[in-house]
């Protein structure tokens, strides 16, 4: 029976101690990024006093309720906000992909003669746009979508920076394979919905999961465009609560009355928690195409 090389030995204790230090490494990290949220989880369920005289902890001071009951105080505002965010999280999401993957599908194929002149008017607007005003003017007055859902889809349809990760995407089906597409006859639509979707199906996921995260934490849109509370989402309505606080506290100082039990760093964490807790179920179920995504993009960008 032939003997363990020296050499391979040490190479193998070596690879071994290099697994440990990186996991070790990996888990730091982990810590890192999750003391921060547990922090927020932690001071929305203190009580406000014991905030203003501790500071945060990782664990709740004087365990309060406070916080997540004034959030709940009118809980069908808050269910309808819900309702309203999650409706344009999806269809924008879903429009977005769709608008994204088109465009950068055509921007991709060899063969559209005008990719480049196309993509470079893209490109430009990155550097340059006509600014919040004329874009205000622009949907209020020409699209007249005040106070419309589609007010919150629209301005934030399509992003140039995620349509350049997405045609480096695109770009990775072979162009063999559509040409043998369309001798059997297959058509443009076909072509798109058929091949080249699924060979990008994780370029997708990683868009996708941007896109929803952006329409979810949107509050701009709203504030601009929508004056109807039964129409804001969840993240504006949240906006306009802390602010309401905020407004409450500094006439309470002029006024030199006390305000009890007011709520305003505890408040903040728990809005935190109740705007971010839906895209923390979400993450783990596509968090493989996610890094997959992510690292392919990297590669090829």
């Given at each position: 029976?032939?003997?363990?090389?020296?050499?391979?030995?040490?190479?193998?204790?070596?690879?071994?101690?290099?697994?440990?230090?990186?996991?070790?490494?990996?888990?730091?990290?982990?810590?890192?990024?999750?003391?921060?949220f547990l922090l927020i989880v932690s001071a929305s369920f203190s009580s406000e006093?014991?905030?203003?005289?501790?500071?945060?902890?990782?664990?709740?001071?004087?365990?309060?309720?406070?916080?997540?009951?004034?959030?709940?105080?009118?809980?069908?505002?808050?269910?309808?906000?819900?309702?309203?965010?999650?409706?344009?999280?999806?269809?924008?999401?879903?429009?977005?992909?769709?608008?994204?993957?088109?465009?950068?599908?055509?921007?991709?194929?060899?063969?559209?003669?005008?990719?480049?002149?196309?993509?470079?008017?893209?490109?430009?607007?990155?550097?340059?746009?006509?600014?919040?005003?004329?874009?205000?003017?622009?949907?209020?007055?020409?699209?007249?979508?005040?106070?419309?859902?589609?007010?919150?889809?629209?301005?934030?349809?399509?992003?140039?920076?995620?349509?350049?990760?997405?045609?480096?995407?695109?770009?990775?089906?072979?162009?063999?394979?559509?040409?043998?597409?369309?001798?059997?006859?297959?058509?443009?639509?076909?072509?798109?919905?058929?091949?080249?979707?699924?060979?990008?199906?994780?370029?997708?996921?990683?868009?996708?999961?941007?896109?929803?995260?952006?329409?979810?934490?949107?509050?701009?849109?709203?504030?601009?465009?929508?004056?109807?509370?039964?129409?804001?989402?969840?993240?504006?309505?949240?906006?306009?609560?802390?602010?309401?606080?905020?407004?409450?506290?500094?006439?309470?100082?002029?006024?030199?009355?006390?305000?009890?039990?007011?709520?305003?760093?505890?408040?903040?964490?728990?809005m935190a928690v109740v705007a971010t807790g839906p895209a923390i179920l979400v993450?783990?179920?596509?968090?493989?195409?996610?890094?997959?995504?992510?690292?392919?993009?990297?590669?090829?960008?």
């Amino acid at each position: 029976m032939s003997k363990k090389h020296p050499n391979r030995i040490r190479a193998s204790n070596s690879m071994k101690l290099f697994q440990v230090l990186g996991y070790l490494f990996l888990l730091l990290i982990g810590f890192f990024c999750l003391v921060p949220f547990l922090l927020i989880v932690s001071a929305s369920f203190s009580s406000e006093t014991a905030i203003t005289r501790n500071g945060f902890s990782l664990f709740p001071q004087e365990f309060s309720l406070e916080a997540y009951k004034m959030i709940f105080r009118f809980p069908d505002a808050v269910v309808q906000a819900y309702g309203v965010s999650i409706f344009v999280t999806v269809v924008g999401t879903v429009l977005g992909l769709l608008v994204t993957a088109m465009t950068a599908y055509v921007l991709s194929r060899p063969d559209f003669k005008y990719r480049n002149q196309i993509s470079f008017f893209f490109y430009f607007t990155t550097l340059f746009n006509g600014g919040m005003v004329c874009t205000y003017i622009f949907i209020i007055r020409y699209l007249q979508l005040k106070n419309s859902y589609a007010s919150l889809i629209f301005p934030t349809l399509i992003d140039v920076f995620y349509l350049l990760i997405m045609r480096s995407f695109m770009k990775a089906v072979p162009i063999s394979l559509i040409e043998s597409a369309k001798l059997d006859g297959a058509s443009e639509y076909r072509i798109f919905f058929q091949i080249a979707l699924p060979l990008a199906k994780a370029g997708l996921v990683t868009i996708g999961l941007f896109i929803a995260l952006n329409y979810w934490n949107d509050w701009y849109n709203a504030m601009l465009y929508i004056s109807k509370r039964s129409m804001w989402p969840l993240q504006y309505m949240l906006y306009d609560m802390i602010s309401s606080t905020q407004m409450m506290a500094q006439l309470s100082s002029v006024a030199n009355v006390s305000v009890m039990n007011m709520p305003s760093q505890t408040l903040r964490m728990a809005m935190a928690v109740v705007a971010t807790g839906p895209a923390i179920l979400v993450y783990p179920f596509v968090q493989k195409y996610f890094v997959k995504g992510v690292t392919i993009g990297a590669v090829k960008g």
